[in-house]
């Protein structure tokens, strides 16, 4: 079959691509990924010569020369131990600096152009940093840790965004959001299938606002743009830069919350009240989430574990932390309720978010599961439980996506669960079974989870509003298939090379026939998600 050529930019520069109509989805993608230098869970966006997005796949199609696409990479994790191996602190030079413009203010009435100038420094050292340590995480860096026991990132200071890239998205998402969304965003917003990899910060924060305005949540409790765009961007803000907790974690999990309220017809259900509570519970979950889990927190006796007595301590936080962005004016989108109106949403906000504590998951399925016979919306404790279950259900729905926006998403947390066991036992910490890197592959992580975590609660909250069946839990046994069709093909895999080890050791013979074992990329290639 012939070859197609792509021609397309990436900042700024002329780049070509050229590949087969029928090659690999994920060879294709990785053929752009090198050409931008871009990580394995970079985000990539291509653009069309009118500005709209196209997606990177074998059957985009091929262009001259004049008339370019171009491509965007947005960087979805670029943290590595580079500065702190080296000695730098950037956040103690951030606390001086902060310290000593405070003192100026107090002796002089004012800040000198000096002071903003040593911060401008500062933080453009801190971005040279942030470069650095993106090119030890692509391997392209020389490992400079000579035996230290430090993870991939500095675990003892938090993966905070800068204040620079803060503010370039803030200013990005204002400049935005006057642009009307067109209807065909708007249709697949409400979608399950919903691909977030596709979005940048800024544009995820623009379609996170038409939530609230799609729902008429501004005009029903009288909350104004401005404030729901600041209070937006804190939550962003305040989301910090690791592989899983983050704030695309976050806007799946609010994307999903939505996509559940429209295809039930949620409203009629449940209250303007309990709506805004699931929304924005789902988007304030895992607010400064750490990237270690509540085991470690309680082993390792951080704060947060000694603050909260070792209950909830991250569910906590992330709910302190909400109402803490709340707690300012000028983003509090609850300052127009009622006293009333306010404590049920505060109410509503600490239970669903303490629900998503996977410590309890079976108190809480169990509790659900001996109401549904006699399930009545108009009992509010039924209601309360309801809205639970809808978060967990959103919190832990990538599966029920499509398998190419799924799949990245469990290398993520992967990724971050390997690093936490890493850090377990280089500090003489019991090791969380699920995370060893040692012990689990992909399939062995999704096929007991799906099977008897995912389903169960799926098909709970499907009793209830049984719209979720073709559409959410049908795809998520899809996906238990894919998992343990792949657990089939490696275990053949295992089985060819012992025994292709075992003749070349038992009898001195070497077979010369190479393993056909495109094992992954055959099974995705198969798998369709509806």
């Known amino acids: ?103 100026i203010l107090v002796e002089s009435g004012e800040t000198p152009p000096l002071v903003f100038e040593m911060r401008k420094k500062v933080e453009s050292f801190r971005e040279k940093l942030e470069s650095v340590e993106h090119l030890s995480w692509l391997g392209l860096f020389k490992d400079i840790s000579s035996g230290t026991s430090s993870p991939f990132w500095n675990k003892k200071g938090k993966a905070r965004k800068s204040l620079e890239h803060c503010k370039l998205v803030q200013d990005r998402f204002k400049k935005m959001s006057a642009v009307q969304v067109t209807e065909d965003v708007r249709f697949h917003l409400r979608k399950p299938t919903f691909d977030n990899w596709q979005w940048d910060d800024a544009e995820m924060l623009l379609l996170l606002q038409q939530m609230y305005i799609e729902l008429e949540l501004l005009t029903k409790f009288n909350i ?46 449940l209250s303007d009240v309990e709506i805004l509570v699931m929304l924005t519970s789902a988007l304030c979950h895992d607010l400064d989430h750490p990237g270690y889990n509540n085991a470690y927190q309680v082993n390792a006796r951080t704060e947060l574990a000694l603050r909260y007595n070792d209950i909830s301590p991250l569910e906590n936080h992330h709910c302190a932390v909400a109402f803490e962005i709340l707690e300012k004016p000028e983003c509090n989108i609850f300052r127009n309720l009622s006293v009333e109106n306010f404590k049920k949403v505060r109410e509503g906000m600490i239970r669903c978010i303490l629900a998503t504590d996977m410590a309890r998951h079976n108190e809480i399925l169990g509790k659900f599961k001996a109401l549904i016979p006699e399930f009545d919306f108009s009992n509010k404790e039924h209601r309360e439980q309801l809205m639970m279950i809808l978060m967990k259900v959103s919190d832990i729905s990538n599966e029920a996506r499509p398998m190419d926006v799924a799949e990245p998403w469990l290398d993520c947390l992967l990724k971050e669960f390997f690093n936490q066991s890493d850090v377990e036992k280089l500090e003489g910490l019991p090791v969380t079974p699920f995370m060893d890197r040692e012990k689990v592959t992909k399939p062995s992580s999704q096929t007991g989870f799906i099977q008897f ?26 996906a238990l298939q894919y998992y343990k069709d792949m657990q089939v093909a490696l275990e053949d895999q295992n089985k060819k090379k012992d025994h292709n080890e075992g003749e070349r050791n038992g009898d001195g013979v070497t077979s010369r026939s190479p393993l056909e074992t495109e094992v992954v990329v055959g099974l995705a290639n198969g798998h369709k998600s509806p």
């Open 453 to 478: 975590v995912l389903l169960p609660l799926f098909e709970a909250a499907a009793c209830i509003f049984p719209e979720m069946q073709p559409h959410i839990i049908q795809p998520v046994r899809d």
């Open 224 to 269: 104004e743009t401005p404030v729901l765009q600041q209070f937006l961007y804190e939550v962003y803000r305040h989301y910090n830069q690791i592989p899983f907790h983050n704030f695309n974690h976050a806007f799946c999990v609010t994307q999903m919350m939505y996509g559940i309220i429209w295809l039930c017809e949620v409203w009629e259900k």
């Open 1 to 103: 079959m012939a070859t197609k050529v792509i021609y397309f930019t990436v900042g700024g520069r002329p780049e070509q691509a050229e590949f087969r109509s029928d090659s690999e989805l994920e060879d294709v993608r990785e053929c752009f990924r090198a050409a931008a230098e871009a990580g394995p869970h970079d985000i990539l966006k291509l653009y069309n010569t009118k500005g709209n997005i196209v997606n990177i796949s074998p059957k985009l199609e091929a262009n001259r020369p004049d008339s370019r696409y171009k491509l965007q990479v947005v960087a979805a994790t670029c943290n590595g131990p580079t500065a702190s191996e080296l000695g730098f602190d950037v956040n103690s030079m951030e606390r001086r600096l902060e310290d000593l413009e405070r003192k």
